[in-house]
Every structure is written in structure tokens, then in C-alpha cells.
């Protein structure tokens, strides 16, 4: 799979909101060091993460006020990136500054926008279950040493539940049931119906009925996320209805190391802790798979020669859409970086 | 010391037979990973160890039968390496397939063809002294961070013995005799004669008179194999005569990775396990002391740089002439496969 | 900054005294692994750490009265670099040899020079404090994952100890206070004066009095070595004069790692173990902030595209007047060698 260059015009989910306080925070986003903070009225700042004067992480220096004072040689830059002082010196040069991003927080994300500010709307982001009336969430963190685009393709296929997570999400009608894809104008979309199946291990445990409906839809909305709707219906009166939603943000660090924030949003049970623990520890168990499975791949990837040519399947249909969007946008990206 | 490409139309040590067994078990060989296991008539089998579709490692899948499922998306490989099944479509393509690789079980080792498998004759792999009537070997395996032909040329000049290994097989008496080295059809051979020396610290152990008669016969059977077939002599009586065959087998993993298997068989002492055991523990502490000195020569080698001219002297002269085989073997073989 | 080539005529500060003896000890100088020991009458030697042979670590083989037996084949070279022995062979070749580098030990340091042997005048090692009569010394070691550049231009620009080393030698009147920058012919030396200021902690701790001034002369020797003369004058009587000197010995050992032999040496309290005590744990303090800063900085220099401008301020005068001249020393000795 070749790597594609990072798409710099888009929403990266970059933290959860008790990520960032009054210490300096660093993330890699895209490939750039940034640096994280809360001001002091509380909302959250993101500068580039390296002092242009010595290339010193700008992370390992102090927060002061609403201002970073370089851990090397004092050098101090505002929330807009501006230079505010340079020790021992009267005025501060205008070349001595670093970027600043724009940042949006919602639902218990902050999103860093890592393109030319002037694009930075927050209603671009996709909007998502985290904190919507009537909803709950359990969420976490991954590192991924892998590429992004493995992670997204892994989400837009989830017949790997079956062999990577049999023991609690996956069994063989999901494998077994083909995927309907759709290409749209603002996501594509994989959608599997699966009619009086058995159920997999994790919803039993939920007490679901001896057989199920289970639906899945995987939404995949570039270049960063992907929302996996899911319902799994007892067919017997009695039983629960499990309806919940799985938040993928995919963010990538550099070319071959991803951060992936995920949540999973219920509209059950909502005041039940043992629903709670129960969605956190099983997803945290099936992220883990999937993190050491595309681990595994990332590793084979990088040794594959470069005119190795990738063999597909019809069940890739989604995930080699999502990649064909992607790809476009980078594509479009750099043409206008060129032009403009 | 240039690095030389891989000799593929050969025979390769790949695993004990005790290692390979009805768990999927993956070996990189000539830079190939490759997966092992045994069929359920007990049969070992290898296979390509990379699913074509997205390139997961096969050993982290599922033995099923003799097939294998990939632990990724399920699709399942038979033993000749064609596809058996792809979960949720009617028919496996004619393109899923990873290589079979022949394999060939004797005297303990698993031996595998890395080439073009209609020359996989096993009559073509070197015979060894393991599983000889009338013999007794004790065996074991070590991982060397470096090219297989740094190994294969210590093997093929032992005057190192007195420098590398005095506690044990070493002595002066090794470094000072000249050796003769012959270069026949099938093998390159080093002969030491030592005629009344002192024995060196291991064999003192094993009893032999004070002084005794040392023979050093080193074979280098292209492009793997080295057999040392040694005699120490008692030159009184009543003390025994020490026969021995070293079988090393020398399996390059990657271009700077190598699996040296590693035999000591004997046609003495056949039932006495504290024979075996000093042979085992002996053995075992020699290969170590090789295998830290040839690391450290590979870590010197990276760093060369590439207009370094080799300094070579008359002792040099077996190591190089099978080093001299391996090129032109590797020679023959891309001209080849240029040609075909 | 760009990578500086390595000026090798020159003396490098190789080991302290103490760390050479009868054991062969390898340090990488200048991207040459050296191998040093003492002769049996006491005096160090050094020879290039590789045996030409076969590329093994001389350090790794023994050392038989003044001579060095290579541990793998057992090649002798005397402290000339000449081979002495080859086992087995009744001559040394003539090409069988390793390069000698002239020593020179002094004041508790042992001195290589890393050039051409005719041009090793130990009267060019720049006279430090060690061994000064009526002076007493501290000294210790840090190994810097960075290039030594860096820590030549942090010596530089002290006013980084304001932000740098606040709990000891740092305060807001260095990093205020201007320098005064002078290249002379045989060093740069940058003169930062302060008057009736604060102590900073460490010297509060030596209990100088509630003001004092503060002088800092740091001079660059190029291309290794920054001597630091410092006095902190208690502005009242009765309180005590510190009056030092930091001797910085920057010896590259690759272009990425850097040997860092320190010392602090004063001309007061000569007798008195708890100061030297004092004076042995801050320093080492302050220099493991220095280490862990430049290491940071070396990293981000590691991923910076080759179009990168570096950005300066008045305050880098001295550091980069340092950077000029090591870079006119080093294409000077480039055309030197074109030229011979």
C-alpha cells in the first residue's frame, strides 16, 4: 500500500478535553510537534511545538499566563504564535514566531485543524454522539505504529471481527454476510444486515436473546474518521435492544505512527456502571487487537519492494474507496498548494 | 567483506524437527518469512508466511486441518499454497496463492529448498553424521546478528580456536599448524594435521593422554553447510581416541541475520550422558563466544566505508576460496533468472 | 545547523587519567574507534581499535606486555601500530598495520591527537586549571546523544542558565545582562559582567552575601575545548569571593555523540570536601540538564528538511562566531588534504 501524503486541510481529533490543563502538553499531528495548554480562562491553545530560534521542544519549557517561555533561552510566544520577548533584547523580531492552530472543543474532543487557518469551520466536523442528550460514552486512546490508512481500512472492513475478535464482537455471519457500499458525497458507507443470527460472545454477555438482528453501518468520513452505527435486536420479547455507536478518530502522528481516540456512545442502560465497564474493558481488549494485528502489517509493509502489486477482494470494495478519497483530497491539496 | 546476494536453488537448515509441530511456527529464510508447521499425518509443510491480500503474517492465523486461515481477514491456504476459501465469496482467485516451499525431514533436521522447487532433489542435501548408526549427536541452535558468510568463513579457519575459545577446544598448537585447503567439485577443505601436541582444555577433560595427535578436517559444502570432522588421539595407551563430527548449519535469515544450527555428533562413548552433556554445555559455550565475536564483526563492517580494501593473509586462503564458491553460485543464479 | 566535519588535527580530550590501565578501554574519537591502554611502564597508548584483518574490536583481544594480541585470530600489534606476529606465518606483512596516535597526558587528562602525527605540538593544548598549583578540581563525565557543536554554542550563550539551571547557577540578571563578544586570534570569548545582582541558588549556598557582582568569561578554544572564568564578589565584607573555572572538553566521538569530560576548578576552600562536594554534585546536576536539553534539540535537528533556515538573535554572537570558525577550521584541513 503506498503511503499517502497527510490530507493538512481537515479536523484532527488531537485530545480528549482532561488531556490538556495548565501543563505543556506535545502531540505530533500530521507529522508537526505542537504543543497543548489550557489558557487561563480555561480554553485550550495549540502552538507549533518547536522554538524557531534552536530547535528546542517548546513542550519542555514554561506556561506563563497565556504565554510559553522557551525551556532553552527564555524566548516567549503568545497564544497567536507571536514572539512576546526575547531576553536581553528590546524589541522582538517578527520572524520569531511558530503557528498557531485553530482548535474547537466538543463533546469531550479537542480538534486541531491542521490546515490554512482561514478553513478552520468548526461545523465541518462531523458531528458525532459524544454528548448528545439521552446518549452515554465510554472512551480511550491507542498508539498505532502503523500508517493511518490502516487503521480507516480495517474499520471499512469489519469482517476481521470473525478471526481477529472472536471472543467478543466477531463470529462467522459477519464474515459471511456481504457488505453493501455506497460512495456519497459526504462519507462512504458499508452497510451489513445480518437477520437471526447468533449473537457474538460480548452481546450474550449483554444478555441479549439465543438469536439476534444484527446491523452494522461503518461511516467513513475523510480523511480522519470513521462512526461505526451498530444495533443488535433480540428476536425474542423479553430481551434487550443493544444500539450504540463507535467513535473512530483517526489521527495521524507521522507517516507510520497513528493516535486513535475512540468512544463507544449507548443510548441504553445509561446509568448502569456494569455497562459501562463492561463496553470499556471489551472495546479496550478489541482496540488492542487491532492495534497489534496492523502493527503486524505495518511491519511487513515497510520490507514489501516497490513494485509489489496488492491483491484485493471483493469485501475490500469500502476500504478501497475510503483510500481513493483520500488520496484525492492529498491530491487536490497539494495541486492547490502549488498553484496558490 | 561485500555482501553477497542469497543462493536461493539450494537447501536450507530451517528447524530442528522437535521445533516445527501442529503450532504455526514462522522462519525467515534468504530474507523470506516463511510459515511451518506439520500437517495432521505429521508431515512438516512451509509456506509463503505473508497473506497476498494485506499482508498479514499467516503465523499469527489459525491452523485448521492442513490449511491455514489468515488471523486477519480468514482467508485460508492449503499446503501447496492455493487458496482455499475466501470468507463470504463463492470462489478463492486463481492469484490468491502464496509459494509452497519442498521440504525435506532428515536426521532430525527440517530442510527446506528457497528455489525454483523443481530442482528441490534432496538427494542434493550434504550428508551429515545425524542419525548414523553407530553415532550419538547432541544439538542446539544459535541466532547471529550478522551475515552467514562471516560465519561460514570462521569455520573455515580455525587457527581462531586458540584465540577465541583457550578454555576449551584452543591452543596454541591450532593457530601455528599450517593447514592445506583444497578446493574439489563439491567442497572446499581445510586440513589440519597436529601431530603429538598438548590437548587443549576440553578433551584434557574428556581424559586423553597428555600429548596427543589432532586432526582438523573443515568441509564447506556450498552454500550452507560446514561439516569439521575431528580426531584427537591418544598417542598412549590405555587413553581414548575422541572422534567427532561438527555439523553447522548455516541458515541466513536476512541479509544480516543468520540461524546457525549447530550438531556435535560422536561414534564413542554412545550411551554416557555426561559425554553428551559436556559436548552439549561445551559446545553451546563455544558457538556463544562465536557468535559475540562475529556480531561485533558485523557492527564493524556497517560502518566501512565503501572503498575499504580487505587485508587477507595465507590462512585466510579456505575461507576465501568458499567464499569465492558462494559468489559465483549467487552469480550463476541471477544470470539465470535473467535469462529463464 | 549543518553537520560541521570533524577537524582532526587537533587534541581531543580522550579519558580521564584515572580510566586507563592495564585494561584495553575503546572510545570512538572523531568516528574512529580507538583502543587504549597503558604500557607496562605507565604511559598511555592508543592505536586504532580495529583489527585491519578481519575488522574485530582490538578492545576485545589482549593485551601481552606492550603489545595487543587481536582476540579472533590473534594478529599482534605493538604500540607503534606495526604488526608484530601473525600466528602461523613466519612474517608480518608490511601492510598489516594499525594507526598510533600520539598522547600527551596531563593535569589528570590524557590528550589524543587525531591528525597527522608530525603535527602533534602538546604545547597546542590550551592550558587549563587542572593541576594549577593553589587550585583544586572536580571533575566527571557525560556522554551527549547529539553533536558536539551543540554543546559548544550552549557554552556559549550562558543565558540560557536562567532558564535552563534556575536551581543553581541561573537567575534573570544573566539572561538580561549583555555580552560582550571578541574573536582573538586563538579563541572567542564572550565577557558577560554583573553588577550588584542576586546570587543565584548555588552560590547563596556558598554563602556569598545578599549581592553580589558576577563576572563570566567563557572562551572557546577551538575546535574542542570552552573554559568558563567565573567570580561571584560578595558586595559586603565578610562574605566570601567564588572564584572558578568550568574546563568543557567536547570530544565528538561520531557526528551524532559527543564525550563530555568536565571540570569545575577554584582557587578557594582547597582543603575543604564538603565545597568540592558541593561543586561535584551541582555541577553534575546542571550538566545532565544540559545533556538531556541538547539531546532534545539534536532530535528535532534530526527531522528538519534540508531547506531549513535557522533563525538567530544578538545574543548567538559568540556561539556562532564559535560555529565559524570550526567550520573555516575544518575546509581548511579538507583542502589540505586535496592539496597533499
Redesign the interface.
Known sequence: MEQIPFVRNAWYAAAWSEEIGRELVERWICGI?IVFFRREDGTAAALEG?C??????LA???LKGDQI???????TFGCDGACAR????QRA?A??RVRSFPLHERGGLIWLYAGDPGGADPAKITEQWLGKPAWTAVHGTKILEGRAQLLI?NLM?L??E???HPETIGN?SV????ILTEVLPDCVRATRLMKNIAPPALFAKFGVSPRIDRTQIAEFHPPYMVLTRATAASTEPGFPTLNFVVIHCVTPETATRTRYNWAVARDYALDDPAVSEAWQTGSSWIFDQDVA?LN??EA??QR?PADHIE?????DAAALAARKVVKQLAALERREAVIS
Open positions: 510537534p518547536t524557531p530560534h534552536r530547535q528546542y521542544p519542555l519549557g514554561r517561555e522557551c525551556g532553552y533561552h527564555g524566548i526575547v531576553p536581553g533584547e523580531p520572524a520569531m481500512e472492513d469482517s476481521h470473525a478471526f481477529l462467522s464474515a459471511e454476510t456481504p494485528a503486524a502489517q511487513r509493509l514489501l491483491l484485493s477482494i471483493p469485501g
